[in-house]
């Protein structure tokens, strides 16, 4: 049975840092793709979950969201079966319940994982909480 679980949320003041750490289990084989989604606060009824990361086990690739770029780091350590979403220079607007997805079906692009499928992840963690203070 797969299961992903999240861990590193927390409380950080504007400015700080946090790194959120995914770790899989289960997998028959690689998953395709892996990527971090984002639920801002007040938005858990609609569902709707923004991709900040969304990283290929396939090429390599890598893709962040513009609101991200620069201040996110996506890394993989396969040893341990983890993912890490490294996130510097915290503002209150990164807010929210991060989940980590993964995909085992095909896929088009990590572009494509993160901004446009309506079906991003075909297994999901439970999300961690993080909280930046203004």
């Known amino acids: 049975q797969v299961h992903l679980v999240e861990s590193g949320g927390g409380l950080v003041q504007t400015g700080g840092s946090l790194r959120l750490a995914c770790t899989t289990s289960?997998?028959?084989?690689?998953?395709?793709?892996i990527g971090w989604f984002r639920q801002a606060p007040g938005e858990e009824n609609e569902g709707v979950r923004e991709?900040?990361?969304?990283?290929?086990?396939?090429?390599?690739?890598?893709y962040y969201a513009d609101s991200v770029v620069g201040r996110f780091t996506f890394s993989r350590d396969n040893a341990k079966n983890t993912v890490y979403l490294e996130m510097n220079n915290l503002k209150p607007e990164d807010s929210g319940t991060y989940y980590c997805?993964?995909?085992?079906?095909?896929?088009?692009?990590?572009?494509?994982?993160?901004?446009?499928?309506?079906?991003?992840?075909?297994?999901w963690g439970q999300g961690t909480q993080v909280t930046v203070s203004s």
């Open positions: 289960g997998f028959t084989g690689d998953y395709k793709a």
């Open positions: 997805t993964a995909k085992t079906t095909r896929f088009l692009s990590v572009r494509n994982m993160c901004v446009v499928d309506p079906v991003p992840g075909d297994y």
């Open positions: 991709g900040l990361s969304c990283y290929s086990s396939t090429d390599g690739s890598t």
